[in-house]
């Protein structure tokens, strides 16, 4: 976290001018868009479409009624938003603003079309509220011509209801009521003309009444089947008493019972009968008073026959039948009452079946013949109810039609806006700042991704995986020529980062390092610098030090320590001196140089030869330490050649100059060609410096601060030539 931390602040701290600049531009641009641009002002209203019962009729209050419309289809207020900008409405919202004038032309300062570019329609979410805003450069103009919209949309809106009222009426009294009006008095007809083929008055009460009377007559049919019941079993107890055969027979018995000329002759019958007894039981049946006897009888029979005859013509009874007492004649009378009675009820209640039959044939009827009167019923109360509603909304459409209503209303006014709306100096600026930082980051990112050197010691450590030897601080210009020395070997904070260096070789090698060869992926990396510096410090430790300046193409280490340029190392390789004659005294003691002497063509046949190898050789057994200044490796091959002859190569690289590909594969060429590799150490790097060397120090003394000299040292390190 920590280090994410310090490399995003090591980036911003790299790259803070492109990114500064970059804001300043963005906000400079704003500034200018600001002055430049004309001030708008804003006014705004809102009318709400709503369905308040407004409207006396239900016809009006169904016009004005809000319809949110379908999910995902058009609404009622959505058509009154698009309906805002038409033609017709801003061209009547103008002729309000602007009402004629005196002379009667019409004064109009803006246009439909101008109207229609400065107007902002807007549906407030989740409501019916449409929000109109218009634009202008005019306060009091903004205000007005907004005010004139509003109320063109309520008189357009109140013109469209009114419109519809009369369509709707003049559909109604021109096509529906008289057809529908026919259509009842169709209905009617047939419903009529039904009724008096049917019969059928009332369904319900004719239906009622039958069953009454059924019921009247099933009640009827059961009282007179118990009736003939009781009226049977007398007949059988008669007919067993009086020994009735029939009705003709009874009756004719009981008159003849009844008849005073029969009841003298019975009696004289009887009397007789009694005489004849008493005369056979004394005389003999062939006595003349028995025959006489037997003589008056038989004529008295007779008589009392032909009597008997007269009373009865129509059915002859016998003498015998006659109910000659008054028990028989009763009992004969019970049974012809009898009879009678049974033959009357027998005969009404064949007549009260029947009724009941043809009742129940009729009720059965009834459900079938009132089928057809109820759809014919249904078809006129249909066309009846279907009149009256059209009448209703006829009258309904007449009164809406008069009233004049609207769903619309306004529930804001526009008022002039005393501060501008357009442009927003705090918004713009805002977004400004937020846009100048976004970009200015985005330009600073941009310029770290594109930028492929590298960047500070730990990054170098990890890309190379090498040991980190050292990180050297970034020189001051007085401090790159070591003549005088004192510039620099006085100084302790430059003075110890070069002998940490020099400490950390000695104990990273088992051996002791004797030979180093200083080199660098490119040129200006300050390889000649670190060298010249790092042989001062050796040499300040009491150590016999040499440079050799192998550099041929571009040597430098003359002119860092101000000396003549040869004799050389060209001119001890060609034996037209020594290497201690060739060597020359610097202001350090005990360090010498060896410099690159007079210029040949071909190098690198100097640094191949045998010669060569002789004079590292003697020069390691002449010092304690031997540095060897060659050029880059990326530009020839003079420091691999080199350090096989050495206790190995020592890589200088320099923040923001090193490109890191080539670094790498530098590196991975010499460990592939198994040269051996001492180190990296990161030169020119002021803060990493700070990072690595934290106890300030003055003159060998602790300090609670940092040192005015370091301090100057460290200032003036960013004038640091890039002298290679």
């Known amino acids: 976290m920590e280090k994410g931390i310090s490399s995003l602040l090591a980036v911003l701290q790299r790259r803070a001018l492109p990114a500064l600049v970059t804001f300043t531009a963005v906000i400079g641009g704003a500034v200018a868009y600001l002055h430049v641009t004309p001030r708008l002002y804003e006014a705004s209203a809102r009318l709400i479409q709503d369905d308040r019962r407004v409207s006396v009729s239900e016809l009006g209050r169904d016009l004005t009624q809000v319809s949110s419309g379908a999910p995902g289809g058009a609404s009622a207020l959505a058509n009154e938003a698009e309906l805002v900008k038409s033609q017709r409405v801003l061209e009547q919202a103008i002729a309000i603003a602007f009402p004629k004038s005196n002379t009667g032309s019409p004064v109009k300062p803006i246009t439909s079309g101008e109207l229609s570019q400065g107007l902002g329609v807007k549906i407030v979410p989740a409501t019916n509220i449409l929000e109109l805003s218009y634009k202008s450069k005019d306060p009091e103009l903004a205000a007005q011509l907004l005010n004139a919209v509003s109320m063109a949309m309520i008189s357009e809106n109140t013109k469209t209801i009114s419109s519809e009222a009369t369509k709707v009426r003049e559909f109604l009294e021109n096509s529906e009521i008289p057809n529908a009006r026919k259509r009842l008095a169709t209905a009617e007809a ?39 019941q009781e009226a049977k079993g007398r007949d059988t107890s008669l007919r067993q008493i009086t020994d009735a055969k029939s009705l003709d027979k009874a009756y004719a018995s009981v008159r003849g019972g009844q008849d005073e000329q029969l009841k003298t002759l019975r009696a004289k019958l009887t009397e007789l009968n009694t005489k004849l007894i008493e005369a056979r039981l004394r005389l003999t049946e062939n006595h003349p008073a028995v025959i006489s006897l037997v003589e008056q009888r038989d004529n008295l029979n007779k008589l009392y026959t032909g009597q008997l005859a007269g009373v009865s013509p129509a059915t002859s009874v016998a003498s015998t039948s006659v109910a000659g007492d008054q028990i028989s004649q009763d009992l004969t009378s019970k049974f012809l009452a009898n009879e009678t009675e049974r033959s009357a009820v027998q005969n009404k209640l064949a007549t009260v079946k029947s009724q009941r039959t043809k009742l129940q044939i009729r009720l059965a009827k009834l459900p079938l013949q009132q089928q057809p009167l109820i759809a014919l019923t249904r078809e006129r109360e249909d066309a009846t109810a279907s009149l009256k509603s059209l009448q209703s909304k006829l009258e309904e459409a007449r009164i809406t039609e008069a009233q004049k209503v609207s769903n619309l209303r306004l529930i804001e006014e526009a008022k002039p806006p005393t501060i501008a709306s357009s442009p927003k100096r705090s918004a713009v600026l805002v977004l400004a700042t937020v846009f100048g930082t976004v970009l200015g980051t985005g330009m600073m990112f ?7 050197t590298l960047k500070d010691a730990s990054e170098a450590e990890e890309l190379l995986n090498l040991p980190l030897l050292g990180v050297l601080p970034r020189l001051p210009a007085k401090t790159l020529v ?46 000649s610098i670190v060298a010249s510096h790092l042989a001062a410090i050796s040499a300040m430790l009491s150590r016999r030090t040499l440079i050799i300046d192998a550099d041929l193409r571009r040597p430098m280490q003359h002119t860092l320590f101000n000396l003549a340029p040869k004799p050389g190392i060209t001119d001890v390789i060609e ?29 690198s046949q100097f640094l191949e030869s045998p010669a060569m190898k002789s004079l590292v050789a003697e020069a390691a057994a002449t010092y304690d330490m031997v540095i060897i200044d060659t050029a880059p490796i990326s530009a020839c091959a003079d420091a691999a050649m080199l350090a096989r002859q050495t206790d190995g190569i020592m890589l200088v690289t320099r923040p923001n100059i090193t490109i890191k590909e080539v670094l790498q594969r530098a590196v991975s060429e010499l460990q592939h060609n198994q040269i051996p590799v001492l180190g990296v150490v990161v030169n020119g790097m002021t803060q990493q410096t700070e990072k690595y060397l934290r106890y300030p120090v003055d003159n060998d003394r602790p300090l609670g601060g940092r040192s005015p000299n370091r301090l100057t040292a460290v200032k003036g390190g960013r004038n640091n030539s890039d002298k290679g």
């Open 575 to 603: 034996k037209r001196t020594t290497l201690n004659q060739a060597v020359q005294p610097t202001d350090v003691e005990n360090l010498h140089v060896l410099t690159g002497g007079e210029f040949h063509g071909r190098p």
């Open 482 to 527: 070591l003549q005088p020395a004192d510039r620099f070997l006085d100084d302790v904070s430059l003075v110890e980062p070069y002998r940490m260096l020099l400490k950390t070789l000695e104990f990273r090698s088992s051996d002791k390092v004797q030979i180093i060869v200083v080199s660098s992926t490119l040129s200006g990396e300050g390889k």
């Open 446 to 452: 941009l310029l770290e991704v594109m930028d492929n």
């Open 190 to 228: 047939r419903e009529s003309q039904y009724r008096h083929i049917s019969g059928i008055i009332s369904f319900e009460e004719q239906t009622k009444s039958a069953v009454g009377s059924l019921a009247t007559l099933e009640d009827q049919e059961r009282s007179l089947t118990a009736q003939l």
